[in-house]
């Protein structure tokens, strides 16, 4: 083989490594992008979560929460985070399943995402 056929299979190897490479990146800041979304998201969950058992639980707003309103509240609200939670976890179940069909096993998590 000449030296001008061994430096374009070179070339090209290394080209194919840099698109690799930014492609790795890509991935990378769609799954950050993503993750920030669904935090977002997940926060504004939690938010209308707490809004709705507020309105379920205190029928008439004073100056004090009565024992049962509190108790109402408790409950209502870690349901909402219990729920949060299993589709929280569904997510990352799913984006580690697609991260392991498409790189090869590469682990995905959604622990960061702030519940």
């Known amino acids: 083989m000449n030296r001008s056929g061994r430096g374009s299979a070179m070339n090209s190897r290394f080209m194919q490594e840099e698109q690799d490479d ?18 977002k998201n997940m926060a504004k969950i939690l ?13 008439k707003p004073g100056n004090r929460l009565q024992p049962s309103e509190r108790s109402c509240l408790e ?6 985070r219990d729920a949060l939670e299993v589709v929280r976890q569904a997510i990352g179940d799913q984006i580690s399943k697609q991260a392991n069909q498409t790189q090869g096993g590469a682990p995905t998590s959604l622990g960061e995402i702030d519940q």
Not at 24 to 37: C, G, K, L, R, S
Not at 49 to 57: A, D, E, L, M
Not at 75 to 80: F, G, S
């Open 22 to 39: 930014e492609d790795d990146y890509d991935t990378a800041e769609m799954e950050d992008a993503f993750i920030q979304m669904l935090q």
């Open 47 to 59: 938010e209308d979560g707490t809004t709705k058992c507020f309105n379920h639980c205190v029928p």
């Open 75 to 80: 409950n209502c609200t870690d349901r909402y």
